[in-house]
């Protein structure tokens, strides 16, 4: 809540004749009743928490803007980093800035940047939070391997035989026998991505494709557009072993990566990480 200041400036004795300062102790005192109970309240906010609150409004984990009713007169301002934990487990939880809060209604509405777990909740607690500097530690990444030729629609894409690591629900990694193997970007964050892979002759280039709609085109024919990461080929050698190429920076969520070839070089590794 807001406090208001006691006029200025505050009565005197060096200064003031004995009218003035009388006149000035009497205001002095008049604002100061209001001042307590403003002060009071405010000491109240912090002793009671007023940065935490609880609310019951059903939510399914994710990313975005989520909307939620908590208690009314709590000091959450726009830009404040919270987090919305699970009552009940607080290894799910959802965190990020509050975009706005009425202090009447208690609606709330925060952006969030970061989950963990997954899963529709109805038992929150709200608090204030630590802007998360380095929020994954291994724990949002997917890396495949093993060469298991191409998709037979999507001719020029790749696909794994194995799953190696399956962490986290900023990725999502699917594969079939007529698209192929390709990672969705759930979360917009800072991401590592990067492809292995081998050859079996001279010709062609391989590399990890960005929302390409030439899925049955050859890797070197794509719009650079759609070229996220060149991997190799043209000059490569036949049987000198695999060559890779990695990227690190921004992908926005609903982004889709592939790993995009000519039909004849093979998919080693893909790895693809959220970092922030």
Not at 6 to 15: A, E, Q
Not at 45 to 63: C, E, K, Q
């Amino acid at each position: 809540m807001a406090i208001t200041p006691l006029s200025t400036p505050l009565p005197n004795t060096s200064n003031m004749t004995e009218a003035q300062f009388n006149e000035g102790m009497n205001k002095f005192f008049s604002e100061l009743a209001n001042f307590g109970i403003e002060i009071n309240a405010a000491v109240n906010a912090f002793n009671f928490n007023a940065t935490n609150s609880t609310s019951t409004t059903s939510l399914a984990i994710g990313t975005g803007n989520k909307s939620l009713t908590v208690q009314a007169s709590k000091s959450y301002v726009a830009g404040m980093t919270v987090r919305v934990a699970n009552s009940a487990d607080v290894t799910k939880w959802m965190q990020g800035e509050v975009v706005s809060y009425n202090s009447s209604t208690g609606a709330l509405v925060v952006n969030v940047t970061h989950i963990a777990g997954s899963g529709t909740i109805a038992t929150w607690t709200i608090s204030q939070a630590s802007p998360i500097l380095l929020p994954f530690q291994g724990t949002e990444k997917v890396v495949v391997y093993t060469s298991n030729a191409y998709a037979s629609t999507d001719t020029s894409i790749m696909r794994f035989a194995t799953i190696q690591t399956n962490l986290g629900a900023s990725i999502t990694y699917a594969d079939n026998a007529a698209n192929g193997g390709r990672f969705t970007i759930n979360a917009s964050g800072l991401y590592h991505v990067n492809l292995m892979v081998d050859y079996v002759n001279t010709n062609g280039e391989c590399g990890v494709s960005l929302n390409s709609a030439n899925l049955a085109t050859a890797f070197s024919s794509i719009p650079q557009s759609e070229k996220l990461i060149f991997a190799g080929g043209g000059a490569q050698a036949t049987g000198s072993g695999p060559t890779g190429n990695g990227y690190t920076g921004w992908l926005a969520s609903g982004s889709v990566l592939r790993a995009h070839g000519d039909n004849l070089a093979t998919g080693v590794k893909m790895i693809v990480e959220r970092l922030f």
